[in-house]
């Protein structure tokens, strides 16, 4: 599993994991049952402290998303896909709702602000 990590976004370390488990599992990149890197492994992968890996796998097994198989690991749950799109589409749209009021803030009318959502989805691959 491929995870990146930006050290410049001012998003914890931490929250990005949660969140690229999240859409990993949203979008069927993991699939229930499948095992995750141990907190060693990706901690070596990132190149960053095993507890910030373990903190991430904490919340992820609060929110029910992962969860410990005896011997084995942790795995993505069952029942984890159809919470982490809700979870995906709850924190894209609030991300979305603020940029939109940002923009209507600055004084663009919402004529210009769908054209410019316009264009820059257009722009995009």
Known sequence: MFFFI???NGVPIYE??????KYAVADGVL??????????QLAQQLAINPNTIARAY?????EQVLEPLRGRGLVVRKD???RCVKARST??????????????????SREELTELFQTELAALP
Do not use: F
């Open 91 to 108: 924190l894209l749209a609030a991300r979305l709702r603020s940029a939109l009021e940002e923009c209507l803030q600055s004084g663009l």
């Open 58 to 62: 904490g919340q992820l097994q609060t």
């Open 80 to 82: 984890a896909r159809s």
């Open 6 to 8: 930006d050290h410049s």
């Open 31 to 40: 699939s229930s049952g499948q095992m995750i890197p141990s907190v060693r």
């Open 16 to 21: 990005q994991l949660v969140r690229q488990v």
